[in-house]
């Protein structure tokens, strides 16, 4: 299970995280969810150990990720993709995909075992592409290439940052489809992958996620299913009740 407990960060004058608390069991998808500035990112950034908090705890099971570094993250089995793609573009799908695949062997060998490269891209509705050099790639496809790649470190918990960007309708619904079948692949173990999903297509979340977590100016405002996210007065004055 992913923890994370009070962790707060400042940059300068600017309060990103207040005492913020995150759980994601396994096999269960997460939505975490806010206005620009919320401290999504950040949050992000603390539990892949890009950034290391100024006080909290992030644990994963009994590991304590908080500062250690997103090699020590990784390794211990936390996987993410990006807001901004940050894929091998001039390398071939396939190739992107080995290359994680490669590292997983090496440090999560029993959590990778029954993983294959062709399975990857097939799950992500890409073995026809897996030659394409991965910059060539529609923008839709290069999101799925990121999930791909990340999945092939074998993690317990898996963040999505802006899945569905620039995916219409269609995509997006294919796309949560898939989300569900990484959920429910309970794996070696039989513990499945926990996912947190950060998208501002508030139907792709609240049509995808068991649970639902909303930040604003650096706090939880409200934790729960989406049924009763939908119905929190706070929840549609900072954030549902802007769109339209």
């Known amino acids: 299970m992913l923890s994370v407990e009070t962790v707060s960060k400042r940059f300068g004058g ?5 005492d913020v608390a995150l759980v994601c069991r396994p096999g269960e998808i997460v939505g975490l969810i806010g206005p620009n500035g919320a401290g999504k990112s950040s949050l992000v950034n603390v539990v892949t150990g890009l950034i290391a908090p100024d006080s909290g705890r992030v644990r994963l099971g009994d590991t304590d990720l908080a500062g250690r570094g997103p090699e020590f993250a990784a390794r211990a089995g936390v996987a993410r993709t990006f807001q901004n793609l940050r894929l091998f573009k001039q390398l071939s799908v396939r190739q992107n995909v080995e290359v994680a695949l490669t590292t997983g062997r090496r440090h999560r060998a029993a959590r990778v075992a ?3 490269i062709d399975g990857l891209l097939a799950q992500q509705q890409l073995g026809d592409l897996a030659e394409a050099p991965a910059g060539a790639l529609s923008y839709g496809h ?5 999930i791909a790649r990340a999945l092939a470190l074998g993690p317990d918990v898996l963040l999505l940052d802006e899945p569905a960007a620039g995916m219409n309708d269609q995509e997006t619904a294919a796309l949560a489809a898939t ?6 692949d309970r794996g070696i173990d039989d513990r499945g992958i926990g996912i947190v999903v950060i998208d501002h ?10 649970r639902i977590t909303v930040m604003d100016m ?14 929190d007065p706070v929840v549609i004055e900072i954030y549902l009740g802007t769109v339209h």
């Open 14 to 18: 600017v309060q990103a995280l207040s």
């Open 179 to 184: 989300i569900r079948e990484i959920r429910d």
């Open 142 to 146: 290069q999101r799925r290439l990121e």
């Open 218 to 231: 650096g706090r939880v405002v409200a934790d729960g299913p989406p049924a009763e996210i939908r119905r």
């Open 114 to 116: 029954g993983l294959t």
């Open 201 to 210: 297509d508030l139907g792709f979340i609240l049509g995808l996620c068991d």
